[in-house]
């Protein structure tokens, strides 16, 4: 059972940074890509940047340039390297892990394990 656990979410200001952590369970190995979803009230969950094991990243477009994606396989740790942030990026977001099929990496169907979301707003 992959369990999941993000931390670092919190209000900051328009141009700010934050880093979101997501603590995995040693279970990952049964997975082959984790990510950060996100989602605003009244909206649908929306993937933001995912990393396969073999290190391949892939962001939304309206995150490149400003976020990065990155594991610590020794800490079992995902992060979430927020910058230039806007308040548009206000959201729950949520950390999660699964063996999605090939080029559905970003489907939030695809993914079994989640954790239970930790909030970052962004005021103007």
């Known amino acids: 059972q992959v369990q999941l656990v993000e931390s670092g979410g919190c209000s900051v200001q328009a141009g700010g940074s934050l880093r979101l952590s997501c603590a995995a369970s040693a279970y990952t190995y049964s997975t082959s890509c984790m990510g950060w979803f996100r989602q605003a009230p009244g909206k649908e969950r929306e993937g933001v940047a995912f990393?396969?094991?073999?290190?391949?990243?892939n962001y939304a477009d309206s995150v490149k340039g400003r976020f990065t994606i990155a594991k610590d396989s020794f800490k079992n740790t995902l992060y979430l390297q927020m910058n230039s942030l806007k308040p548009e990026d206000t959201a729950m977001y949520y950390c999660?892990?699964?063996?999605?099929?090939?080029?559905?990496?970003?489907?939030?169907?695809?993914?079994?394990?989640w954790g239970q979301g930790t909030q970052v707003t962004v005021s103007s």
């Open positions: 999660a892990a699964d063996r999605p099929p090939p080029g559905s990496y970003g489907a939030a169907l695809e993914y079994s394990y």
């Open positions: 990393i396969a094991n073999d290190g391949t990243t």
